[in-house]
């Protein structure tokens, strides 16, 4: 017998966590949104929802498991606590925060991550990672199915659609640096052009080993690289130079400097023989670095790949609340920050174990006590 679906149950309170986060997120983005030229439509007085009470809102729903919809968190919006100390004093619509993804800019959850990521503990790595001179990051992008009536999302043709979060990532304390949301047919080389900061050494795959512009416009910035080249790279051979005992034993077959291409472009060129017998050819403008460490850095770079799949299939950012370009940044921007929150308080990023047991604990089936023996934290602290 056939029995009717029955009302998902009454969110109340207690089924609701993370405040403390949200203040500590709220206490970051105030002086940004203290800066800001308000926008004409902001100054309605019958706008109940701010800037604030928009982004945090949005936070708070990417960290509480039971809020999976948008008209999840308008309902809880209307909680007393929620109220209070998340968003709006009064009752958010649906409409209402709808209209705010196209109001309220993005951008401003970008500075809250370059405000944050410097805050994160550094990981016990190889201690000559800690001594490049220069902060080690990975970038790469990463494509977030999108639906079909998203035009703005368009990929390499007008049936496909996906969102592209560009990223930078700190290898030595394992947090985003900084991150752009673009359409998926996006160039990542471009993006990256225009996010380089001078002080950086950049880690990348093959994608951005094509250009071998990009190679001279990451010196021009003030930045150092480590990126694979293609496989059938062409390249003239100008210095080879001897390898150590512990070069051969990390797997280095070759090491020296070639010209790459049609343009000569003078480079580095350090073949690392990977767990498949093939051979990755790595381009560097380090003349420094020891030719294994040249390998280990790139190694690392696949702790961004690590990142992508946390937001994805962890924190469960393929699922997207909103729509807009602006919006999908707004929730992805987010996703950022709460991962820079939870690695800041734990002293580092959450497996998908730790993320489980904040999950459990944020349902209710997990004590504090609990939860905190199982992060490894300080009762004092926690």
């Known amino acids: 017998m056939n029995q009717e679906p029955q009302p998902p149950p009454k969110l109340s309170e207690k089924d609701l966590h993370g405040w403390n986060l949200v203040r500590q997120f709220q206490a970051v983005l105030e002086p940004a949104l203290a800066g800001r030229v308000l926008e004409d439509s902001e100054k309605d007085p019958r706008r109940t929802l701010s800037a604030m009470d928009y982004f945090s809102l949005l936070l708070f729903a990417l960290f509480n ?21 998340v968003g709006s004093d009064h009752r958010v619509s649906l409409a209402s925060f709808s209209e705010a993804q196209h109001l309220f800019d993005p951008e401003l959850l970008r500075g809250v991550i370059g405000e944050l990521h410097g805050k994160a503990p550094a990981r016990s790595l190889d ?7 220069k902060d080690l990051v990975a970038v790469d992008g990463s494509l ?3 639906l079909p009536r998203m035009s703005w999302a368009l990929r390499e043709d007008y049936v496909k659609r996906g969102a592209k979060l560009h990223v930078k990532f700190s290898v030595l304390r394992d947090v985003t640096v900084d991150a752009r949301l673009t359409p998926g047919k996006t160039c990542e080389r471009k993006v990256l052009r225009s996010m380089l900061k001078d002080g950086e050494l950049c880690v990348g795959d093959g994608y951005f080993g094509r250009d071998y512009k990009l190679l001279d416009d990451l010196v021009a910035h003030g930045c150092d690289y480590v990126l ?3 496989d059938n790279a062409s390249y003239v051979v100008e210095e080879q130079l001897p390898l150590t005992a512990a070069d051969r034993a990390a797997g280095i077959a070759w090491d020296g400097w070639v010209r790459l ?7 580095r060129l350090v073949r690392v023989v990977a767990f498949d017998n093939n051979e990755l050819l790595l381009a560097t403008n380090r003349s420094d670095l020891a ?4 390998g280990l850095i790139y190694r690392h770079r696949w702790s961004i790949e690590t990142f992508f799949k946390w937001i994805k299939c962890i924190l469960g950012c393929r699922h997207l609340l909103l729509e807009s370009p602006q919006g999908v940044a707004s929730q992805l921007y987010c996703a950022c920050i709460i991962a820079l929150l939870l690695s800041i308080a734990t002293g580092r990023k959450p497996t998908k174990r730790h993320w489980e047991l904040i999950q459990l604990h944020l349902m209710g089936w997990a004590t504090h006590e609990e939860l905190i023996a199982g992060l490894g934290l300080d009762k004092k602290t926690a």
């Open 65 to 85: 498991p039971v809020i999976g919809t948008l008209r999840g968190l308008v309902k809880a919006s209307e909680l007393d606590r929620v109220r209070k100390e």
């Open 127 to 133: 201690g000559r990672l800690h001594k490049l001179g």
């Open 291 to 294: 030719a294994d460490l040249v």
């Open 144 to 146: 977030f199915s999108t």
């Open 261 to 267: 291409g049609e343009r000569g472009v003078r480079v």
């Open 228 to 230: 694979r080249l293609s």
